[in-house]
C-alpha cells in the first residue's frame, strides 16, 4: 500500500501524459478519472517516436511486451540531401535497449487506455472543463468535482496551467508550419529518414503495417492555426517540395489528405503545481517535433509525479521533488529540438559544410549521433536510484 493508496485523482485530457498518469495513479491504489473533452478515443494524429527514455516509462508500467507487438523497431535514423536524395550518412540504432520503436499515435493511446481501463480507472469522455477553481473543484457531469488531486493533462491551451501561472505565456509564431500524413501501402525499411533542404526538411519513417508516416516542415512568414487538425490541400505540400529530389517527390505524390498546423514556442511554464494540482506534458512544455520528445516526455513526467508523490510525506513535498526533477530536464530537451530545426535548415555553402562533416563523422565516429545524445535516451526515470526524496 502506499500513501497514495483510495486518495481520488482526476485528470484532464486523455492524451498520452494523462492516460499514463492515470495508468501509475492506479497501479498505486489511488481512485482516478480522467475528464476527456473527446467523445470517444479517436484515429488521429499520425505516428510517433519513441525513444529509449520514453519506452522505459512504458515497460515499468507493465506494457513492454504489447508495445513491442505494436512498434517497429528502428534500424538507423539517416541524414539524407532531399535535393540530390542521397544519404548523406546513417547512424545505428539497432542496438538500443529498449528499442527506438515507430508508433501510431492512435496505438499508444488505446494500449495506455485499455491498461488503464484494467487497472480499475474511469473515464468520462465528452467532458470539457472549462474552469478549475484554485482548491481544484470543478464542474463535470453536472456536480462539482473534488478531488484530492487535480493533475491537469490537457495539453497545449492547458487551462489548468493557465491557473497555476496566474499570467498569460504568450506563445510566439516560430515562422514554421509543418504537414503531416501517413502514406499507406508503401514499402520502407525500418529507418527515419530525414530529408534536409533549403529553408524546409521532411521526417519520414515507417509504421506498423505499410504506412509511411511523414512529417514535412517549411518556413514561412505567414502564420497558420496553431493545433493538431487543420486539414490542407496535399497540393500545397507537394509544391513546397517541388524541387526536391525523385525518391522524396514521389512519396508527397502519394499523399491523399494532410493536415497543416503552425509550430509556436511557448516558454516551459514557471510553476508545475500549486497544493495538491499538478500539470504535465504538453500543458507544462509544448514541445517542437524537431527532437520527437513530446510524447516521451510526456511519459517520463507522469512516471516521475506519481513515484515523487509515493516518495514523500507529503503532496507539497513530493509535487515540489516532481517540478524540480522535471523543469530542467525538459528545458534541456527543448533547448536541443529548437537548434534541430536550424541544423536541419541550411542552404549553400553553410549545408554543405555540414554535410560533409555528417559524412565524416559517419565514417569516423559512427557512435557520435547516439554519443550526443546520451543524456536524452539513457535517462532512466524508473530506475530505483532515480532520486525522489525530498531533500
Ligand atoms: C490529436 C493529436 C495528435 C497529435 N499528433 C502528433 C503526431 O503526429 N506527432 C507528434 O510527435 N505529436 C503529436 N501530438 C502531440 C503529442 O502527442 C504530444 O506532444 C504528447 O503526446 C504530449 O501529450 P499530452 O498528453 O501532454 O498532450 P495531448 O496529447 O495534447 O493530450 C491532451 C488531451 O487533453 C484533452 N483536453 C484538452 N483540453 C481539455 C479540457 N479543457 N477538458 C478535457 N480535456 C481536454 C485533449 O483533447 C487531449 O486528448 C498530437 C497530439 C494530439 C492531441
Not at 513491442?68 to 535514423?77: L, Q, Y
Not at 533547448?335 to 553553410?350: D, E, F, I, P, Q
Request: glycine residues 8%.
Amino acid at each position: 500500500m502506499t500513501r497514495l493508496a483510495d486518495r481520488t485523482v482526476a485528470i484532464i485530457g486523455g492524451g498520452i501524459g494523462g492516460l499514463t498518469a492515470a495508468l501509475a495513479f492506479a497501479q498505486a491504489g489511488a481512485r482516478v478519472t480522467v475528464f476527456e473533452q473527446a467523445p470517444a478515443l479517436t484515429e488521429v494524429g499520425a505516428g510517433l517516436q519513441i525513444t529509449p527514455n520514453g519506452a522505459r516509462v512504458l515497460d515499468a508500467l507493465g506494457l513492454s511486451q504489447k508495445a513491442s507487438a505494436m512498434g517497429v523497431v528502428a534500424r538507423a535514423v539517416q541524414p539524407t540531401d532531399a535535393l540530390s536524395g542521397r544519404a548523406v550518412t546513417r547512424f545505428d540504432l539497432s542496438r538500443q535497449a529498449p528499442p527506438y520503436r515507430f508508433f501510431y499515435r492512435y496505438d499508444l493511446v488505446s494500449l495506455l487506455y485499455d491498461a488503464a481501463g484494467s487497472a480499475g480507472v474511469s473515464f468520462v469522455f465528452g467532458a470539457k472543463i472549462s474552469e478549475v477553481m484554485q482548491d481544484g473543484r470543478f464542474v463535470a457531469e453536472e456536480k462539482t468535482q473534488t478531488p484530492d488531486l487535480l493533475i491537469g493533462a490537457d495539453g497545449l491551451h492547458s487551462s489548468v496551467r493557465l491557473l497555476l501561472s496566474n499570467a498569460i505565456d504568450a506563445p510566439f509564431f516560430t515562422g514554421q508550419v509543418a504537414w503531416r500524413a501517413v502514406v499507406p501501402d508503401i514499402a520502407a525499411e525500418p529507418v527515419a529518414k530525414i530529408w534536409m533542404a533549403p529553408g524546409k526538411h521532411v521526417v519520414t519513417y515507417p509504421l506498423r503495417g505499410s504506412g509511411l508516416n511523414v512529417v514535412a516542415v517549411q518556413e514561412r512568414s505567414a502564420w497558420a492555426a496553431e493545433g493538431w487538425n487543420h486539414a490542407d490541400d496535399p497540393a500545397n505540400l507537394q509544391d513546397a517540395f517541388a524541387d526536391c529530389g525523385r525518391d522524396l517527390k514521389k512519396i508527397l505524390q502519394r499523399i491523399e489528405t494532410v493536415n497543416l498546423w503552425g509550430l509556436f514556442r511557448h516558454p516551459v511554464a514557471t510553476t508545475w503545481y500549486h497544493d495538491s494540482m499538478a500539470i504535465l506534458g504538453d500543458a507544462a512544455h509544448p514541445t517542437l517535433p524537431f527532437l520527437a520528445q513530446g510524447a516521451n516526455l510526456a511519459l517520463e513526467d507522469a512516471y516521475v509525479l506519481v513515484a515523487a508523490l509515493k516518495a514523500n510525506q507529503t503532496d507539497a513535498a513530493g509535487l515540489a521533488v516532481y517540478q524540480a526533477k522535471r523543469r530542467n530536464r525538459v528545458t534541456r530537451a527543448i533547448n536541443a529540438a529548437n537548434a534541430n530545426a536550424r541544423n536541419y535548415h541550411l542552404s549553400g555553402v553553410k549545408a554543405q559544410v555540414a554535410h560533409a562533416g555528417l559524412r565524416v563523422l559517419g565514417r569516423v565516429a559512427p557512435d557520435a549521433f547516439l554519443n550526443r545524445l546520451s543524456w536524452l535516451y539513457d535517462h532512466d526515470v524508473t530506475k530505483d536510484t532515480y532520486q525522489l526524496a525530498a531533500v
